[in-house]
């Protein structure tokens, strides 16, 4: 509880978090719904997206006030907060490894990094996928597949640039902490063969994200007495649950080598992705 002296000056102690991003989050690579892996045939090969996502967040922040001047603590504040953090982009790189366990059934495990950098700080994290994808339905050139896949990622900050606004005043903060997130995607749709070298897919997808956010950051006041402020923010990113929709191309070269290219969109969220993939 605040010593009722100070309770004016701590009155309007609130935390504007100005989250004018550029960083990287979100949508996995889908490629084809199935890559068509035949029964006991291995896959091989690199993902790599691209992807910008607005989204929403709410928690907690705890404001502790220190009298630097005579050296005690004034007090603690606590309230709830809801934080909207748009434009945050993501870049996710994988080698995948993948196996037929039918004709029409195959799975990959995806190993490798993503990279997240709000205001040029961020740092680059491990992360890992599953995905596995089904044909129910082939006819001459066309297929009809689906897919899942579940990804979870994780990045740390060091210095992000914030500020605390205190009686009107406000006093830069450098923020540390760490995000992590967990994805989910579910896709369905055709896939055609315009050549025996080139084929166009595409389809509709269900996207689930969640993942928590945590922060924490100091700022001192000029003059006399001085004041230390200290932000302890914890936050669970809000459940981001939507239909998208995914458009892409396939080139097949020689030795079972294929590349692709694709665009995926949902309301909240754009990426471009591209795979390679060699099957033996």
């Known amino acids: 509880m605040f010593i009722k002296a100070r309770k004016s000056q701590l009155a309007g102690a609130i935390i504007v978090l100005c989250f004018c991003c550029s960083a990287g989050f979100a949508l996995d690579p889908l490629g084809s719904a199935s890559d068509?892996?035949?029964?006991?045939?291995?896959g091989i090969g690199v993902d790599y997206s691209d992807s910008d996502i607005d989204f929403k967040a709410k928690g907690r922040s705890n404001l502790a006030v220190y009298n630097v001047t005579i050296g005690s603590l004034v007090g603690i504040q606590s309230e709830k907060q809801r934080l909207d953090l748009d434009?945050?982009?993501?870049?996710?790189?994988?080698?995948?490894?993948?196996?037929?366990?039918?004709?029409?059934?195959?799975?990959?495990?995806?190993?490798?990094?993503?990279?997240?950098?709000?205001?040029?700080?961020?740092?680059?994290?491990?992360?890992?996928?599953?995905?596995?994808?089904?044909?129910?339905?082939?006819?001459?050139?066309?297929?009809?597949?689906?897919?899942?896949?579940?990804?979870?990622?994780?990045?740390?900050?060091?210095?992000?640039?914030?500020?605390?606004?205190?009686?009107?005043?406000?006093?830069?903060?450098?923020?540390?902490?760490?995000?992590?997130?967990?994805?989910?995607?579910?896709?369905?749709?055709?896939?055609?063969e315009l050549t025996d070298n080139v084929s166009l897919y595409g389809g509709g997808f269900f996207h689930l994200m969640d993942g928590t956010l945590d922060l924490k950051g100091s700022a001192t006041t000029v003059g006399i007495p001085q004041f230390?402020?200290?932000?302890d923010s914890s936050y669970d990113i809000d459940q981001v649950s939507e239909?998208?929709?995914?458009?892409?191309?396939?080139?097949?070269?020689?030795?079972?080598?294929?590349?692709?290219?694709?665009?995926?969109?949902?309301?909240?969220?754009?990426?471009?992705a591209m795979r390679l993939l060699w099957k033996f």
Do not use: C
Not at 36 to 42: A, D, N, P, V
Not at 244 to 267: F, L, M, W
């Open 36 to 42: 068509k892996l035949q029964k006991g045939q291995f």
């Open 87 to 192: 434009g945050v982009e993501v870049q996710k790189a994988y080698a995948n490894l993948g196996y037929g366990i039918t004709d029409n059934l195959e799975a990959f495990l995806r190993l490798g990094a993503a990279d997240a950098d709000w205001r040029d700080d961020g740092d680059t994290h491990f992360s890992f996928g599953l995905r596995t994808g089904v044909t129910f339905y082939q006819k001459d050139a066309l297929r009809l597949s689906a897919l899942a896949q579940y990804s979870w990622v994780q990045t740390e900050f060091d210095s992000l640039p914030l500020t605390t606004v205190v009686s009107g005043t406000s006093y830069p903060l450098l923020m540390s902490g760490r995000l992590s997130m967990h994805e989910i995607q579910i896709a369905m749709g055709p896939t055609y």
């Open 228 to 231: 230390r402020y200290d932000l």
């Open 243 to 272: 239909l998208g929709v995914y458009i892409g191309a396939r080139i097949k070269t020689a030795n079972n080598i294929s590349y692709s290219i694709e665009y995926q969109h949902t309301n909240s969220a754009d990426a471009i």
